[in-house]
């Protein structure tokens, strides 16, 4: 069963077992994980041909507490790769539109000039979105809360910042049903 996990555009029909549910506080679990690339490649349903230059990348995953070490040739998403090689990364939309597969990179370059849910100022920042990124070069990334990231696209035109949650308000919503 995949994880997945989701924005406020997009949902998921997948669910998440039970020990992803649990706060990482109280898991203090931590795996690195390694995939060697084969040749030649199938990814997507194409053979990679082997002039196409392959980068290693590495995904710190914060959420799940997990290190993927894999390669993806430069003409592939990272995302789609990953999952290529059975590698669960955060996603929602595939399409560049949301922010459920951001990551800010630690080190290396990527391209990404389909990312619609990245502004030019957040990329300049370090920002970028694994489900349409190429690698440009041996790539180190750390997935980011999705929350934290709209906040920083969109969170400029609210003018009283976040929405906090009204427990109260919710209770006598819930009690009109």
Known sequence: MSIHTTCSACFSINHKP??????????????????????PVSVNGGIQSPSIQTHKVTVHD?????????????DQYILHTAEDQNINLPFACRHGCCTSCAVRVKS?????PEALGISPELKSKGYAL??????SSDLEVETQDEDEVYWLQFGRYFARGPIERDDYALELA???E
């Open 130 to 135: 694994l489900c349409v990124g190429f690698p």
């Open 174 to 176: 819930m009690g009109d």
């Open 108 to 112: 290396g370059q990527l391209r990404q």
């Open 62 to 74: 914060r959420q799940r507490g997990v290190v993927h070490e894999f390669f993806v040739p430069e």
């Open 18 to 39: 039970a020990l992803a549910r649990q706060p990482l506080s109280s898991r203090n679990i931590r795996f690195k994980t390694k995939s060697q690339l084969q040749t």
